[in-house]
Structure formats: structure tokens, C-alpha cells
């Protein structure tokens, strides 16, 4: 298991994955690394937690969480195609909202009446493994409640996503894409939305292998980390949104995150971003991991229009 499994069927898929959880290693795209580090950092952070409790520091960063932003983007990546000019995506990503629900209530106010061609749930709906389910789901069916959405809902699973969250998302009308490609069409013209498993901690050669696999037409890559950011460049995706990093959570006054939980593609930790003809956009996700605190940083959503380039046309 030194550079993820060939999962061929979705059986073979469930118990890779669950055979990476039972593990020691955790599988990224250059190969695994030891869940020894990630588990120390846990301890660390739970420590950070548990000092910050006992500071006015605690309430503050927590409204800081609640804080959310709604970012408006126009972008006009190389060959996006004009019968898709003027197309809109909601792209959410890292609710966690098991890990502080009130955040829900702050979602919907912000969301409540948007309209959009595509939602994208880039990954992460689920915080604590030991929490059930639903409590992460029925929080986000109630940030979501207000979104009209004319065409297709898509989600990815994101590295706290059990294999279960694919049947949970089903009554909320999410496709969950686990390593292979969908179809968007519109006047003849189609535009094709691969979306992968978590490539963080169950990178597989069956993501590579939807990555790499021949499309006619503009290609989106929807990934949970933007730790593909230069192989889906070099497949020939155009678009690329991800989340994954929560903008850092905790920054720098500057802005800049001190941590980003990435193993490679660190240029993309944040924001609008490029890698070749590609463009690509990590969101700062709009919940938050334990300590469940921000920052200078805010969470939040992005709304974003895409635009046939002037050389396009
Ligand atoms: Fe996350």
C-alpha cells in the first residue's frame, strides 16, 4: 500500500478506506505517512484547546467562527465555454457543524435566498469520528434550506467523511462523486465534474485514474485539498475548487495561516490561485475543527460566477 490501491469496484473503494482508518499510515499522493505526527498535533491542539478555555480568548475566537463571509468571485478560467457564461456555483466546503451547530444558524442567514446553477460540497460535512452522523447532516440541511438550486447538487468526501456520508447526503439531493466524472450540459455543450475521494489521508489510484482519464470538453476538478492542484493541471481540468485547509483557522495578523495541513501544493493553501492554464480556488470553509475557534481568518462560503474569457468567445 505505498501509493494507494487500484479500487476497482465501490466495495473494494469502502474497505481500502477502512483498512487506511485501522491503519498506521495515512496515503497522500506521494506516498503514506505515519499517523503517528497527525496524532501528536491532535494532542497539541486539544492542549491549545483546553488553555484557551481558560481565557477570554475562547469566546472571541468562537465568535470569530460564527463571523461568516460570503465571497463573490468572477472567474473566467482559459476555454470556459460560452454557453456556461454567466454560470453559478455555490461552493461550500468543511461544514463540521457536529463540531459547533450554532455555525448553521449563521449559514442559513447568509445563504437564505441565493440562486445558483451548481452547489458544490467540497468535503468535510463530518467533524468527530465519534459523533453519529446525522449530527453534522441535519445542521446542514438547515444552513442549505434557503439555496435555490436550479441544476445539480455535487459533493466529494472530504478526510472526516466516513464511506456512510455518501447514502446521508442523498436526501439533501447530493451526488456524491467518489472518483469519477459527471456530465453538465447546456445547449449541446458539455462541461465535465470530476470529483475525487479525499486524496489527504485515502489517496488511491483510482483518483489518479479519473483524474487522468481523456474528456472532450472543460474539464472541473472537485477535490476535498488542493493537493492535486498539478496533476489536474497537467490532466487538462481548468477549474479547481477545494477546501480542506480552513484558510489556516488560526492566522498570522497578516492573514497568513500558520498551519495548512498540506503535504504538497502549499502555493494553493488559500483564496483564488493558479497552477498553469488552470485556475483554482481553496475555501476557508465555512465551520471549524476543534479548538473551534478562528483567528484572522473568517469561515464562509463563495459564490461564484465563471465567465467566458474575452479570447474565448
Ligand atoms: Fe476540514
Redesign the pocket.
Known amino acids: 500500500m505505498d501509493r494507494g490501491q487500484d479500487c476497482s469496484t465501490t466495495e473494494e473503494w469502502a474497505a481500502y478506506r477502512r483498512s487506511i482508518l485501522a491503519g498506521r499510515y495515512w496515503i497522500s499522493p506521494d506516498g503514506p505517512r505515519p499517523r503517528w505526527k497527525h496524532d501528536v498535533f491532535s494532542r497539541l491542539l486539544r492542549v491549545f484547546g483546553g488553555v484557551l478555555r481558560l481565557t477570554p480568548l475562547l469566546a472571541r475566537g468562537v465568535r470569530n467562527s460564527l463571523d461568516l463571509r460570503l465571497t463573490e468571485l468572477e472567474l473566467a478560467p482559459k476555454g470556459w465555454p460560452a454557453a456556461f457564461d454567466g454560470y453559478r456555483i455555490l461552493h461550500v466546503t468543511?461544514t463540521?457543524l457536529d463540531i459547533l451547530p450554532a455555525i448553521a444558524e449563521a449559514a442559513a442567514a447568509m445563504l437564505d435566498g441565493i440562486e445558483v446553477d451548481l452547489l458544490a460540497l467540497t468535503g468535510?460535512v463530518h467533524g468527530w469520528a465519534r459523533n453519529p452522523i446525522h449530527q453534522s447532516v441535519e445542521p446542514l440541511a438547515r444552513a442549505l434550506g434557503g439555496v435555490r438550486v436550479r441544476e445539480r447538487r455535487l459533493a466529494i468526501l472530504?478526510?472526516?467523511d466516513p464511506v456512510e456520508m455518501i447514502a446521508a447526503l442523498e436526501p439533501l439531493g447530493f451526488e456524491t462523486l467518489v472518483n469519477r466524472t459527471t456530465a453538465l450540459v447546456r445547449d449541446g455543450v458539455t462541461v465535465h465534474v470530476t470529483g475525487l475521494d479525499d486524496v489527504h489521508d485515502f489517496y488511491s489510484l483510482a483518483a489518479r485514474r479519473a483524474l487522468d482519464a481523456r474528456q472532450d470538453g472543460f474539464r472541473v476538478a472537485l477535490v476535498h485539498s488542493p493537493e492535486m492542484a498539478d496533476h489536474a493541471a497537467a490532466a487538462g481540468c481548468g477549474l479547481y475548487l477545494s477546501?480542506?485547509t480552513?484558510g489556516g483557522q488560526i492566522c498570522r495578523p497578516n492573514g497568513r495561516p500558520i498551519f495548512t495541513q498540506l503535504v504538497r501544493c502549499r502555493h494553493a493553501a488559500s483564496g483564488v490561485w493558479r497552477q498553469g492554464d488552470m485556475v483554482g480556488y481553496t475555501s476557508p470553509?465555512l465551520?471549524v475543527?476543534p479548538p473551534m475557534v478562528r483567528f484572522n481568518c473568517r469561515g464562509g462560503a463563495a459564490l461564484i460566477t465563471l465567465r467566458c474569457g474575452e479570447n474565448d468567445r
Do not use: A, M, Q
Open positions: 468543511d463540521h468535510d472530504g478526510n472526516h477546501g480542506h480552513h470553509g465551520g475543527s
